[in-house]
């Protein structure tokens, strides 16, 4: 037995190693896709996350039915936390839920590429530049795609804004009418809690080349999170004016807003 | 009734495995000519073989001579061969008067092999590029100028002269038995420089089935600009460790590390323009070109590896 091999038998349990081989995935021989991800390596990040996602976030998640089992979808999240973990969380949350589990490609901002290894790493567990092209690309092959249309304006936000949605872009919505994806919002609680930042240094973050340079603890707090599905929308796609595509891109910010509220009123306390 | 005359095609880059493949699909029905820059190779007596430079005046008398009706122009000096104002004679100006020549003595179809790296390797390439993509290469190094320039030129005649049915292939990194380029050698060696921390990914094709690809090409005058590649892809640290290669990382970051230490090295199968090629991806949709051309690749990923893993000390 290989190295490899041995270390797989060890780390990956056999129920997740079924679990991921179940899903069907348009993959190379060599279990690669055009973007990067690794069927195996997905395995081992699927490991971790289930840790992360079950002992240390103790994720609730209500409504991830709402996905469609199969065909092109749009998930569109808020987006907070310094961090992208509430990308992880919600492809977690979609990639183990027992019916019909499908593992979706988060779109991941422009710096990370750019990152050694983690680059990498975030390609192989499925993450991908956030590119209008690879956004089409994917929903052409029926991917379920998470977008957060906040950008680094939701995730680089203080403390003192948690809760509060930036601007969204409307990139997400030309897409989800020109393929036909209907678009299921995620209202994401718990995770602004998790690296409060109170001040952003952005002569910092611009010598250092990244979008944002907050003032935190170096620490991930063990915030309780909160994901609420809500039902799909659906839009036509009727050749519009940019004023009324931005009508459309404010309803699902106010179903994301109104499922946020949910998620507040559910939450007993932060930890 | 007349016998119906073979067609006449001239073949440049005869000394590269990929038109000798090219050469022996397609001996039987037509007459061919090759010709090269670099060297005169043998092809058999039935083929005539030439060693030119296309700039000069004695390459005219080969269309006088031979009356070609097609030209597959695979003769692309690549970029780790010769200086690169040598490159740029051959690969431009050679090119240029190639077409200039087509269009004066009436050919009727033309294939020109270009390369995947004139989309230029940069961290915010999407996957899948498909053929209407801006070419960044140039951008990124002097050295791919002349890949750049090529296709420009190429795309100027497919449009100007639609008679001489111009087809542009740009294919991903071919390799097989035979081929010298810089993807080749590193899959061939034993030690493989990587870039710490990045493995991008990668499409490779067999050069048997890019010489399929270029005959089919050939046989079907629809002019454009075609990706050539397999729906297959690969991270490069992966394809090294299937090729058996032991992987030698060189420190990625600051970025200009790497070009400091690959400039000083100057190793000739890991050149320090191509650096980027070897940290983000170019990942290529060869999807309209199966479409257009029925074109389906026969040699799997593995088995391209596995040919590299089993002939490690060529004889």
């Known amino acids: ?48 996350t289930r840790q992360i996602y079950e002992k240390y976030f103790r994720v609730e998640a209500h409504g991830v039915e709402n996905v469609p089992a199969e065909g092109p979808v749009l998930i569109i999240a808020n987006h907070s936390g310094q961090l992208p973990l509430d990308g992880l969380l919600i492809g977690y949350a979609l990639a183990s839920r027992k019916q019909q589990p499908r593992i979706p490609r988060a779109m991941i901002e422009r710096f990370f590429p750019t990152v050694p290894w983690l680059g990498n790493l975030l390609n192989e567990f499925g993450a991908v530049l956030g590119d209008p092209v690879n956004c089409a690309k994917m929903l052409a092959n029926g991917e379920a795609v998470i977008v957060f249309p906040e950008g680094v304006r939701g995730s680089g936000k203080l403390y003192q804004d ?50 944002y340079a907050p003032v935190a603890l170096p620490v991930v707090l063990p915030a309780k999170v909160h994901l609420n599905f809500g039902p799909p929308m659906y839009f ?16 699902v910010k106010a179903e994301i807003s109104r499922l946020i509220d949910k998620g507040l009123s559910e939450r007993k306390k932060l930890f | ?93 050679g090119t240029q008067k190639l077409l200039d020549l087509s269009h004066k003595y009436g050919i009727k179809r033309v294939v020109v092999l270009s390369t995947y790296h004139v989309y230029g390797a940069v961290a915010y390439n999407p996957a899948l590029i498909d053929e209407s993509a801006p070419l960044k290469a140039a951008g990124l ?19 100007r002269y639609p008679e001489l049915n111009i087809t542009i292939l740009r294919p991903c990194n071919i390799v097989g038995p035979g081929v010298r380029n810089t993807m080749s050698s590193l899959l061939g060696s034993e030690n493989a420089p990587v870039l710490a921390g990045f493995s991008p990914m990668m499409q490779f094709i067999h050069i048997d089935d890019m010489a399929d690809a270029i005959v089919k090409t050939y046989k079907k005058p629809v002019r454009g600009v075609y990706n050539v590649a397999p729906e297959d892809w690969v991270a490069y640290q992966h394809a090294l460790k299937l090729c058996g290669c032991r992987r030698i990382p060189i420190p990625s970051i600051p970025p200009v590390v790497p070009n400091l230490i690959l400039k000083t090295l100057k190793l000739k ?6 650096t980027a090629f070897f940290k983000y991806p170019v990942v290529i949709d060869g999807r309209a070109f199966a479409r257009e051309f029925e074109f389906k690749p026969n040699r799997p990923l593995k088995e391209i590896f596995r040919f590299y893993r089993e002939n490690k000390r060529p004889v």
């Open chain 2, 1 to 93: 009734m007349a016998k119906q005359r073979r067609p006449h095609i001239l073949v440049t880059g005869a000394a590269g495995a990929l038109a000798q493949r090219v050469i022996s699909q397609l001996r039987d029905h037509c007459d061919l000519v090759a010709v090269d820059f670099r060297e005169q190779v043998y092809l058999g007596d039935d083929i005539p073989s030439y060693c030119i430079d296309f700039t000069k005046r004695v390459f005219e008398d080969l269309f006088r001579r031979y009356e070609f009706d097609g030209v597959i122009h695979l003769g692309r000096i690549q970029s780790s061969q010769l200086t690169r104002m040598r490159r740029y004679n051959a690969n431009v100006l």
């Open chain 1, 236 to 251: 036509d796609d009727l050749e519009i004016p940019e004023e009324l595509v931005t009508e459309r891109v404010e309803q």
């Open chain 2, 141 to 159: 190094s002097a050295d791919l100028v002349d890949s750049v320039e090529l296709e420009n030129l190429a795309n100027i005649y497919l449009w």
């Open chain 1, 1 to 48: 037995m290989s190295l490899a091999s041995y270390l797989k038998s060890k780390l990956i349990p056999a129920d997740i190693d079924e679990h991921i081989n179940r899903i069907r995935k348009p993959i190379g021989s060599l279990g690669y896709d055009p973007w990067g991800y690794n069927n195996e390596a997905i395995k081992y990040g699927f490991t971790l």
């Open chain 1, 162 to 211: 948690r809760y509060q949605l930036k601007r969204f872009g409307n990139g997400f919505m030309h897409l989800a009418m020109k393929y036909k994806a209907p678009i299921v919002p995620v209202g994401v609680v718990g995770c602004e809690e998790t690296i409060p930042a109170i001040a952003n240094i952005k002569p910092l973050a611009k010598a250092l080349g990244i979008p």
């Open chain 2, 269 to 274: 199968s890991f050149p320090s323009y191509l």
